[in-house]
C-alpha cells in the first residue's frame, strides 16, 4: 500500500547537540525535532537484532553486533517483500526500530506506544508511521514511540510445519524487538512496565497474537488494535506451508537439506519463485503467508491461549465499512487485491455477480459439498434483508463489500472481543464513520464510507489517497481520535475529562462502542446483526468460513 507522508512545515532542525541514545549495543546518536509543542529526539534505523541474512535467513532473530558508535539519522529499508507496483528500497537486513522520544528525560520514565504497521504480513514498513506528524502528536505529549520492522512474506512467515522451518519469524523479530525495549528502557526514556503495544491490520492481527503467545504477553501492559485479528482466516492459517512447499520446488530444494538450499538462493530469487507460487483463485484470502500455530510461539490455537492469557486493558477499532478497501479502490491487477473490480466490472455489477461471488468464493462446493447452496441461500437472503435496495445506486456492490469486510475483519475482531470480555479483560470499541478524507480526495470511487486503513491519515499523517487538507470536521475527527489513543496509552482508557464518551463493554452491553466522526457517541449493538448470523453459521456447519478451517479436520480451504 502506498502512503504519503505529510510533515509539518514549522519544523527546525536542532543540531548543535545531538542526542544519544545509548543502549547494550552501542551509542546511537539521532537528531532533534521542535514543535510549538515541545522538543523530541529522533532515532531512525536502530538495530534491535543482527542482520538476518547468509545462515541467519530463516532463523530466529539474534542480538545485533556490538558498536562503539552510530549514527541513526537515515530511515532504514523495508524488509524484503513483493513490489505490487511500488518502487521501495527494500533489504534482508531491515531488522530496524524508528523511535520518537521526548527530549526532556522523565525519572519516572514516560508511557509508550510501540506500534506495529501492517501489510498482510506481505508487505508494508515502518516507514508508514515514521513521520514528523507522529513525532508532534505523541512524543510532545509525553509518549515514547517506538515503530519496529519484521520479516515479511516468506523470510518472515514461510513453513514447512517442521522443526526446521515452523515458521512465525516475523513474531520473533517482534519478541526480540520488545526485549530490547526493556533492556534499554531507561535510554529510551520509557517506564517498562506501562509498554503499550498496536498496530493496524496485519499490524493489528500481530498484536493480537502477542496478547497471548506465553512468549510475549508478559513483555507489555495494554493493547491497540485498528482492524485486525489473529481470529481471521487471512492472519492465522496454514495456507503458508502449501505456498513454502511450492516455492521450495520451484526453486529445486526439494532433494533435501532444503533450509540449506533456501539460504543459498539470493532473496531476487526467493522473491521471483513467491511470487509464481501465488495463486488465490476461488479463496477469500489472497494473503500467502500468515503466522500458524508451531508449537512454541503459538503452543496451542489462540482460542486456547487467549483463555489462557493475563487480561489486558484493550482499545479496538473498526471502520464503517472495512471491505471496500478491497473491492472497489485498487485493480485485480495487484495480486493482494484480487477481489478489486475493474471500473467496468464496477459499473455492471449485479446480483447475478453478487449471488456468484458468495456461491464461488464464500460458501463453494469444495467447501460445503452438497450443502454449498443452502450455506450461499442462508447468506445472500441475510444480507439483502440487512440492506434493502429501496433504489439505492450500487447496491449489489455495496453488498459484495459489506461481506467481504466482515468476514475478513468485523466478525474475527467481535469474535475476539467478546472471547475477551468473557476473561474479565477491560475493552473499549471505536466505529470511525467520519468520511471528509474520502469526500475531498476520491474523485471517482462509487462508495464514499469510511474503509480499511482510513485512519491513518489522521494518525499518522500518512494516507493511501494522498494529501489532504483538513475540514474542520477533520480537525475535530482527528482530535477525537488521537486524544483517545493519548489518554489510552496514558491512563489505559480512551476517555478524559474533555472526551467521556467511551464506555467498556460489559456482559449486559457486550456490543457497545463509541462511533467516531467530528463527535463521539456511544452506541449499542456494534454490528450485532451481523455476529449473530455468522456465529449460528458457524455453529450450524462443520466448516467455519471465519476462521476458515473445518472444526474437525482443521483443514483449510485448499486443502479440501
Sequence with gaps: MIYWLILPFAVNLVTSEDPILQTNIGKFVGFTLEFEAGKVDVFYGV?????????LRFEKPIDADFLEKRYAKSLPPACYQQD???VINK?????????FRPHKKDPKGYPSLFFIHGGAFQAGSALEHTTEYAAEHYATQGITLIFPQYRLSISGFGSTNSADLPGNLGLWDLQKALQFLHQNSDSLYLDPTRVTVGGYSAGSAATSALTISPHTRDLFLQSIQFSGSIFSEWAFSNRGVIHTERVIKLLGCDGGEVKKCLKSKTAEELEDATAQAHDAEGEINSFDYTPKIDGDFFPADVAELLDSAKPKNSLMSLTEHEGLLFTIYFTNEVEIFHHSLTKEQKEKFSKKDFEGF???VIAPRKVFGEKHEE?????????MDLDKKDGKKHYYLDLYGKVL???MFVIPQLSELKKRMAKDWDVYHILTVHNDYLEVNTLQVELLNATH????YYLFGAGFLGPHEFTEDDLKYKKLLIDSVINFVKTGSPKSEENPNFVKVDKEHPLVYTELSSEAIVKNNLFGREFEFWSELSNDYEFDIIRGKHKRSHKIRSEL
Design 405 to 407: 469486510g466482515d468476514v
Design 91 to 99: 533489504s534482508e537486513d531491515c531488522l530496524y526500530l524508528n523511535i
Design 453 to 456: 486503513s482510513f485512519e491513518y
Design 358 to 360: 458468495i456461491s464461488n
Design 47 to 55: 538495530p534491535f537484532a543482527k542482520a538476518p541474512i547468509g545462515d
Design 375 to 383: 450455506v450461499a441461500k442462508k447468506i445472500i437472503d441475510f444480507y
Design 84 to 86: 505490487y507496483g511500488r
